[in-house]
């Protein structure tokens, strides 16, 4: 069974309107930290976001957000107001706390941004 | 801070010879690395971990001896692909990561484009 799901291949979503990136995971791990990074079309793999099993809050980082509901195991990224610069794939990611650091990866999500 | 180098950017080689790629942590000493191959559209795999001053450990699958891995020092780790063929032709990441970072994030290189012909 896939422990990170991403049911988006791709979206298209016009510039200025906030956007919900959908991740689901599966883990019987307590503890556990999520991630979203971005990857534009030069490569980098950019961190934008991070939320543990045990935050209380969701977490926010400027534009983004992640809609974090455990009990559902999803931890969606949520960007507002969304710029031309924003189209990239997204990656979301888990990391087991026993796990040496390693991430667990989520297919991606190609989001382009129309002007 | 948190600056993770790779060198080449992007590498063409020939058949059957061999190609060594660095990547540094340039103002933090790294924990752990990781070192991931990426087809185009797909999303990252991860080949190896590997600890400083240890023997890399690798994902199932994939082949110590034509990936070789290096990780001499806090602030360096060497992927080395070894005879090289077209279907080694790929995108590869590495990432470095250091205990009690804020998140324990993985800190990524800018990645090494590789083509061989």
């Known amino acids: 069974a896939q422990k990170i799901t991403q049911t988006q291949p791709g979206m298209f979503v016009q510039e200025k309107e906030a956007v919900t990136l959908d991740c689901t995971y599966d883990t019987s791990d307590p503890s556990y930290g999520l991630f979203w990074y971005k990857q534009p079309s030069s490569g980098e793999m950019i961190f934008l976001i991070y939320?543990?099993?045990?935050d209380q809050q969701n977490a926010t980082e400027g534009r983004y957000s992640l809609n974090f509901q455990k009990a559902r195991k999803s931890a969606n990224l949520v960007i507002s107001a969304s710029q031309l610069g924003d189209s990239a794939m997204y990656f979301c990611a888990m990391r087991e706390d026993d796990s040496n650091y390693q991430l667990i990866w989520g297919a991606g999500t190609k989001l382009i941004i129309k002007p | 801070g948190a600056v993770v180098s790779q060198h080449p950017s992007w590498v063409i080689c020939k058949s059957g010879t061999s190609v060594k790629i660095e990547c540094r942590s340039l103002d933090f000493q790294a924990t752990t690395m990781f070192w991931y191959r990426q087809f185009p559209k797909q999303s990252l795999m991860l080949m190896a971990t590997s600890n400083e001053g240890s023997k890399a450990t690798y994902e199932q699958g994939v082949e110590k001896d034509k990936f070789l891995i290096n990780h001499a020092s806090l602030t360096l780790s060497t992927l080395t692909v070894t005879s090289a063929h077209p279907e080694d032709s790929s995108f590869y990441i590495c990432?470095?990561?250091?205990?009690?970072?804020?998140?324990?994030?993985?800190?990524f290189g800018p990645g090494t484009r590789l083509t061989v012909l």
């Open positions: 990432s470095a990561t250091v205990a009690g970072g804020s998140y324990n994030e993985q800190f």
């Open positions: 939320q543990g099993s045990y």
